[in-house]
């Protein structure tokens, strides 16, 4: 099964990362590449990117004469998504322990973050009670 794991950080919260020292940054992303390369020996590993930050962000949608329309940058949001994972793992509860490590990564003194992560079902097909 395909679990999409979704790691959201409160803004203006403790995943400020371009404010972090770099020992500490270059720490963060060494875990993110360990984990991407464990999961990928493993061969759980499907995709994983981190994103951009909400002051990056648009919201486009098509106007109704098929023009993009965009909204945005969203730098007052509550959370954004910091990065994403896919992974092919043979149930729920390896989702979840992927997610739980993912959650571990340090943070500014080598400190863990406890970031929640989103754990989400990729869908293959709709599910099996619609008409």
């Given at each position: 099964m ?20 770099p020992?500490?940054?270059?720490a963060h ?24 930050g ?5 919201l ?11 909204d ?18 043979e ?17 500014p ?14 869908m ?7 008409p």
């Amino acid at each position: 099964m395909k679990y999409m794991l979704m790691m959201n950080t409160p803004s203006g919260g403790p995943y400020q990362i371009a404010k972090w020292p770099p020992h500490d940054i270059q720490a963060h992303i060494e875990f993110m590449k360990q984990l991407a390369m464990d999961l990928s020996t493993s061969g759980e590993l499907v995709a994983a990117e981190g994103l951009a930050g909400p002051e990056q962000a648009k919201l486009v949608r098509a106007s109704h004469d098929g023009m993009p329309i965009t909204d945005g940058v969203f730098p007052e949001t509550k959370e954004f998504l910091a990065g994403f994972w896919i992974v092919d793992v043979e149930g729920p509860e390896r989702a979840y322990q992927i997610a739980a490590k993912a959650s571990t990564a340090p943070g500014p003194g080598g400190e863990p973050l406890y970031l929640g992560i989103e754990v989400r079902q990729v869908m293959s097909a709709p599910p099996q009670d619609m008409p």
